[in-house]
C-alpha cells in the first residue's frame, strides 16, 4: 500500500509523546481493498449485481455524497478482473492507499487581524462566527483550553465512533489535527484566524498518524452530511495526479457547496512536485510563504558569497555582534567539541539529535551551532526545548565549503526576510490536466499553534493551508450567500504575487500569490475562473479558448478593461472590447490564445493576464504547454507482500501513461543484469496495481531495480532496493 503523508515538517530526533516523528505504516492487511467509482449513483442492489460475478469480493462502504461510488474488500485478482470489466457504470478502480502525516505574525501577514474590526450584514465583527470548518486530520484535541469552547462534534472514522480525539497512546501519539485546527479557530491564550468558527473533527488518521484512502473518505462523506461550510485536508502524497479519489472527492463537495482546501505538498522545490488532493481541479491547493523570520548569513574570509543559514526552532538569537572563527565539531558528540570554546561549531547532520548536539556544544563553551546536513539539499527543524545559543543548519554542499576553511574567522549578519516561498513548498503544474496548482500560498514557516498539552511551532503547507481555512471562515461570515468560487475568487483575486530579489515566481509555484484576507472580504468585483489554463499546444496556429464570468458586487457601476500582454513571436491573443457592469451585473467574456510550437522555446509557459476593474487591478494566473511536457513519466513506485503465499505487489504511477514500461533488476553488487521483473507496452495513463505470483519472481535475495517509463521519446525510471523472499518492509 503506498504510503501518504501530513504535510509539515516536525523533525526531532527524539521520539517523545508529543512528536509525531516515527510515522509507521500499518500492517497491510490479509485482503486487498479497492474504491470503485461509478458514473452515476447506483442503488445497494446494483452494486451487488455489479459484483455479483466475483464471490470473493464483498462490499464494506457506498459512497453517495463524496463520490457516486463503493468499497470492496476481497480476493486481488478478482478486483483486478472487475476493474478489467467492460462496464459504462465503472469510471475506475483504484487501490486503498496509506496517507501519513503532511493570533501569531501569521495571522496579522494575511490581514487576518485586521478584518476583526470588519463587520457583516448583521453588524456582528468578522472572526468566523455561524461557519462550520470540517478538519479532516488526526483528531483534535477538544479539551484543550483554547479550542474547547469551539469544538462542535465530530466523528472518529477510524474506530468508527462520536469521538474524534487525537491518539495519546505512548509512542504513536499524534499532534498534528490539533495544530491545524488552532491555527483555524484557537481562541484562548493563542488566537487563530477565524476564533468564532466552530470546528468539526474528522479523524480519518489514527495512531502514528496512519489512515487509508476509504477512511478519508468517509470522513469527506461526513462532513458533506454534517453540512460543513468549508473542509480542510493537511494531508496528502507526491502523486501529481488529477484523478485520484480523493481529488474528485474534493471536486464533488465543492459541487455541493462546500470550501475545499488541501495542502499542496513538502517535496518542492522541484517542479511537479503538487501532489494529491492538492492537485483537485475545485479545491483551494495552498503552497507555503514565509513569515517575518529573521535570517542569519555568515561571511567567511576567503569565501566571496554569504551562506544563508536556516534557524532552527527553538534556538537562541544569532545577533553576534564580533567575528569567531569556526571549527570542526565532528558529529557532536562530547568528545567531538573539545575546542569548541568560545566559537562556531560545524557539525553533521545525524547519530544525535539536534538537541543532543547543541546541549553537547553549549556545555563546551560553544557561542553558535551550524549543522551542515548528510545529504543533498537544505533542511529545517525543532530543536525539543528552547536553549540560549544559536542553532541553524546549511546544506551539506555549504558544510563541505565550510570544512574548507576551519579556523578562519567568520562574520555574522542578520537580515529580515518575509513573503518568500518556502524551499520545501511543493509545485505544479498538474499532470494531464495542465494546471495551475498550487492557487494560492500562506504562510506556512515557524507557525506557533496549539498541541495536546500546550503549544508547538510546526511548519509545513500542512500549517499553511489552515490559514485559508480561516480565511474562507471570514469570508463566508461576510458573505454568506457566496458560492466555493466566489469565494475562491475573492482570496485568489486580491492576492499578492511574490517576488524572490524582484523576480517574479512563476504562476505554478505560488498560483495568483500569498492571501491578503482583508482584501478578499472587501472585493467588489469577482473574476471566476480564478486562474487559466490554455491546454497544450502541438501544432501550429491551434487556436485555445478560455471563458472568464465577471461579476460586479459593488454598489456602483464598474468599467473592465484587459491589459494586452506584449506582444512575443508564436503568440497571438484575443481579448473582449471595455465593458460596463452596472452593481449585481455579470458577464462571460471569451479570451484566446493562438500559438505556434515552433517559434516558442520551453515547454510550460505562464504568466498573469492584466483586468482593470475600475480602480482595482485584478491578475489572473494562466498557464500552456507545448507538445509533451517534460513531466516525471513515472511516480509513487511501491512493492510490497502480496496478499497470497509467495506472492508481491507493486503499485505505480503513470501520469500519461507509458509507450514502454519496466521493472528491471540488477545485482547491486556489480549491477549485472538479472532480467525484468515486468514489462509492458502501451500502458493506460493512472494508477497501476498489479500481482506478481511466486512463479514468475527471480531466486530470493536483494535486487537493485530501475523502475522506468518511456513516453513521446522521454524515460524517468525511479531506483529502489528489493527484497524477494525475506519479506518486504
Not at 543 to 555: G, P, Q, S, T
Amino acid at each position: 500500500m503506498k504510503k501518504w503523508t501530513l504535510l509539515f515538517v516536525l523533525i526531532f530526533s527524539l521520539q517523545t509523546t508529543t512528536s509525531a516523528r516515527s510515522l509507521e505504516t500499518p500492517p497491510i492487511p490479509k485482503e486487498r481493498i479497492a474504491i470503485v467509482v461509478l458514473e452515476s449513483p447506483q442503488s445497494p442492489q446494483d452494486i451487488q449485481q455489479i459484483i455479483k460475478p466475483y464471490k470473493d469480493i464483498h462490499v464494506r462502504h457506498v459512497f453517495q455524497e463524496a463520490i457516486y461510488g463503493f468499497s470492496v474488500e476481497g480476493n486481488p485478482e478478482s478486483i483486478e478482473k472487475l476493474a478489467q470489466q467492460n462496464s459504462k457504470q465503472i469510471i475506475s478502480v483504484s487501490p486503498v492507499n496509506q496517507y501519513k502525516v503532511q493570533t501569531e505574525e501569521s495571522v496579522k501577514i494575511i490581514g487576518g487581524e485586521e478584518v476583526r474590526g470588519y463587520f457583516d450584514k448583521n453588524n456582528r465583527r468578522l472572526t468566523g462566527k455561524g461557519v462550520k470548518v470540517g478538519v479532516i486530520d488526526t483528531g483534535v484535541d477538544y479539551t484543550h483550553p483554547d479550542l474547547r469552547r469551539n469544538f462542535a462534534g465530530g466523528h472518529d472514522l477510524v474506530d468508527n465512533d462520536r469521538d474524534p480525539m487525537e491518539t495519546k497512546t505512548l509512542g504513536r501519539a499524534t499532534v498534528h489535527g490539533t495544530h491545524v485546527a488552532g491555527i483555524i479557530a484557537a481562541n484562548g491564550k493563542l488566537m487563530g484566524v477565524a476564533p468564532d468558527a466552530k470546528i468539526l473533527a474528522y479523524r480519518a488518521l489514527g495512531p502514528g498518524g496512519g489512515g487509508t484512502t476509504e477512511n478519508v473518505l468517509a470522513a469527506i462523506e461526513q462532513a458533506i452530511k454534517d453540512k460543513v461550510d468549508i473542509v480542510n485536508l493537511s494531508l496528502g502524497n507526491d502523486i501529481n495526479g488529477p484523478d485520484l479519489p480523493i481529488s474528485l472527492a474534493l471536486n464533488r463537495a465543492v459541487e455541493k457547496g462546500i470550501v475545499a482546501i488541501a495542502a499542496s505538498g513538502n517535496s518542492g522545490p522541484n517542479v511537479w512536485t503538487v501532489g494529491s488532493p492538492g492537485t483537485a481541479s475545485k479545491a483551494i491547493s495552498v503552497g507555503a510563504s514565509t513569515p517575518t523570520m529573521e535570517i542569519p548569513y555568515i561571511l567567511i574570509e576567503g569565501i566571496r558569497e554569504k551562506i544563508r543559514i536556516q534557524p532552527l526552532e527553538g534556538s537562541g538569537s544569532w545577533n553576534i555582534d564580533r567575528s569567531l572563527s569556526i571549527v570542526e565539531g565532528g558529529m557532536g558528540s562530547k568528545a567531538d567539541l573539545k575546542d569548541a570554546r568560545g566559537k562556531i561549531v560545524l557539525i553533521k547532520r545525524g547519530k544525535l539529535t539536534f538537541s543532543e548536539k547543541t546541549i553537547n556544544a553549549r556545555d563546551a563553551g560553544a557561542k553558535a551551532v551550524i549543522i551542515y546536513n548528510n545529504l543533498s539539499g537544505g533542511f529545517m527543524g525543532n530543536l525539543e526545548a528552547p536553549i540560549d545559543i544559536p542553532v541553524g543548519s546549511i546544506t551539506k554542499k555549504e558544510g563541505d565549503l565550510l570544512k574548507g576553511k576551519l579556523n578562519s574567522l567568520a562574520q555574522i549578519s542578520v537580515t529580515q526576510e518575509r513573503d518568500l516561498l518556502a524551499d520545501f513548498s511543493s509545485r505544479g503544474p498538474v499532470t494531464d490536466t495542465w494546471e495551475v496548482k498550487p492557487d494560492i500560498v500562506a504562510p506556512g514557516v515557524a507557525i506557533n499553534s496549539t498541541i495536546p498539552g500546550g503549544y508547538l511551532s510546526l511548519q509545513g503547507t500542512s500549517m499553511a493551508a489552515p490559514h485559508v481555512a480561516g480565511a474562507c471562515a471570514l469570508i463566508k461570515q461576510a458573505h454568506p450567500e457566496w458560492t466555493p468560487d466566489q469565494i475562491k475568487a475573492a482570496l485568489m483575486n486580491t492576492a499578492k504575487p511574490l517576488t524572490n530579489n524582484g523576480k517574479p515566481y512563476r504562476t505554478y509555484e505560488q498560483g495568483a500569490g500569498r492571501i491578503q484576507v482583508n482584501e478578499a472580504v472587501k472585493a467588489t468585483s469577482l473574476v471566476t475562473p480564478s486562474s487559466l489554463r490554455f491546454g497544450k499546444y502541438e501544432t501550429e496556429g491551434d487556436i485555445h479558448r478560455a471563458f472568464l464570468h465577471v461579476e460586479n458586487k459593488n454598489d456602483k457601476p464598474v468599467r473592465y478593461t484587459f491589459d494586452i500582454p506584449k506582444q512575443a513571436d508564436g503568440l497571438n491573443w484575443r481579448f473582449p472590447l471595455a465593458f460596463s457592469l452596472d452593481p449585481g451585473e455579470s458577464r462571460d467574456v471569451k479570451i484566446e490564445l493562438e500559438v505556434d510550437p515552433a517559434q516558442l522555446k520551453g515547454k510550460i509557459h505562464d504568466g498573469y493576464l492584466t483586468i482593470h476593474a475600475g480602480a482595482n487591478t485584478i491578475q489572473i494566473p494562466y498557464i500552456y504547454v507545448l507538445e509533451e511536457p517534460n513531466y516525471p513519466r513515472i511516480m509513487g513506485f511501491d512493492f510490497k507482500d502480496g496478499d497470497q503465499q509467495g506472492a508481491y505487489r507493486y503499485e505505480v504511477y503513470l501520469p500519461g501513461g507509458a509507450d514502454e514500461f519496466g521493472i528491471a533488476l540488477f545485482h547491486p553488487e556489480d549491477f549485472r543484469f538479472v532480467g525484468f521483473l515486468d514489462t509492458d507496452q502501451n500502458v493506460k495513463k493512472g494508477l497501476i496495481s498489479k500481482v506478481i505470483t511466486a512463479e514468475n519472481l527471480p531466486p530470493e535475495g536483494t535486487y537493485l531495480a530501475k523502475v522506468f517509463a518511456k513516453k513521446a521519446g522521454k524515460e524517468d525510471f525511479i531506483e529502489t532496493m528489493l527484497v524477494i523472499g525475506a519479506g518486504v518492509r
